[in-house]
């Protein structure tokens, strides 16, 4: 029987694995992973918290979030593709809007790609809606970068 997946803080003994699990969920698409340096730096910002999703011992996913003053931004969502479609990305998601609004958030922002209609799906079955658009945002390897569509929660 497999566990229920556990979240757990994301810290700096679990860069690494959290660097390599960037690159498994979004390194075949084409754009560049996360390093380790880049956790480390950006979990070392002021109100930057990171989540991992671990089962039977393996992690599956991990969300990054910004709180500043009263706006939240979800920095990314990295699921491995094996675990994908099976609610660990939606579990990412709440958590992080969760501890965004403990945190005096009143809205969350993120930018998902226009080619990626499963985020898009998600985040707006969460209730997210689109507030605008950044034209040729996301790089795609050596294709063409892709628009990145904005959008925003309130938090309440």
């Known amino acids: 029987m497999t566990a229920i997946p556990a979240l757990c803080r994301l810290g700096a ?4 694995r959290a660097a390599a699990l960037h690159g498994e969920a ?3 698409q084409g754009e560049r992973a996360w390093t380790r340096q880049d956790m480390a ?14 089962r039977d011992g393996a992690d599956i996913g ?3 979030y910004r709180v500043a003053a009263d706006e939240s931004e979800l920095l990314t969502i990295a699921v491995r593709p094996a675990d ?6 939606r579990r990412l998601l709440v958590a992080a809007i969760d501890h965004a ?6 809205a969350m ?3 998902v790609g226009v080619d990626n209609p499963a985020a898009r799906a998600l985040y707006q079955s969460a209730g997210f809606r689109a507030a605008g658009r950044r034209p040729a945002y996301l790089r795609r390897g050596d294709g063409p970068p892709a628009d990145a ?3 925003r929660l309130a938090l309440g």
Not at 13 to 16: K, M, N, V
Not at 41 to 54: C, F, H, M, N, T
């Open 13 to 16: 003994l679990d860069l690494d």
């Open 26 to 28: 979004f390194g075949p």
């Open 41 to 54: 730096e950006l979990l070392a910002s002021p109100g930057v918290a990171g989540l991992l999703l671990r």
């Open 62 to 64: 991990m969300a990054v």
């Open 84 to 89: 994908r479609r099976g609610g660990a990305g």
């Open 101 to 106: 609004r403990a945190a005096g958030a009143r």
């Open 109 to 111: 922002f993120l930018e």
């Open 149 to 151: 569509i904005v959008m």
